[in-house]
């Protein structure tokens, strides 16, 4: 295409936002970018970051450095973010569904059910900066997808109607149903999710049908590649361009 006729301000603002609709649309793994310094520069395109914010969180930042060797160089949930960062509520809101953990290669201290409080305890934790229990001895398998944190707590009830699991049960454990429905996401396929959608806009939470569509793909198949491959465009495409 002949981009020498695009004014160069144009030029660079369109390959900017094609840059961050293609970073945040296949996620950043941010123990990778730490551990492989020549990737670190993607994360400044995630939605919520920038230069600024991306180079204190995988920069050559002495703080940061500091913290990460008390934590075997790796983060290992989203939460730490804000924990270990000092990420903002805000900031970590904004950006915290396209940083990705490989949980898988973290180990299996997964959270269960009666680990955490609910998203809701979570938020307001964030934001006051003050947990009531300890963050940095958990795995959230929920971490490695693009589902935001703050509906975690739809993904696991989906997957325990899913599962028809009683979750009146005093052992019930959502966190082991979501598990299972990771391993077997077919199950997921006879939800009624316009039933689920319209139950939480009873509750003030309002259209959430298209999240929750987004959610169930997401649990089949984390962080599948969505991108449309590659093909070399026809004549009249070029003409076209």
Partial sequence: ?????????????????????????????VNKAIAH???????????GLGPRK???????????????????NRLENRTQLVTMCHMGPKVFINCAGFIKIDTASLGDRLV?????NSW?????????????CSTDSYIEVLDGSRVHPETYEWARKM?????????????ANPAGALEEILENPERLKDLD????????????????GITLYDIRAELSCRYKDLRVPYRVPNTEEVFNI
């Fill in 1 to 29: 295409p002949p981009q020498e006729h695009v004014v160069k301000e144009d030029l660079l603002s369109a390959l900017y936002c094609e840059f961050i609709n293609r970073v945040n649309e296949v996620g950043v793994d």
């Fill in 37 to 47: 310094p020549h990737t670190q520069s993607l994360v400044q395109y995630v939605c």
């Fill in 54 to 72: 991306a180079s204190v969180l995988v920069g050559n930042s002495f703080v940061f450095a500091q913290i990460l060797k008390q934590n075997n």
């Fill in 112 to 116: 269960s059910a009666t680990h955490l």
């Fill in 120 to 132: 809701t305890i979570r938020c307001s934790c964030l934001i006051h900066m003050n947990f009531p």
């Fill in 159 to 171: 997957a325990v109607d899913a599962l028809e699991y009683d979750e009146s049960a005093e052992d």
């Fill in 193 to 208: 999710l316009d039933a689920f959608a319209e139950e939480l806009e009873r509750q003030g939470y309002g259209n959430k």
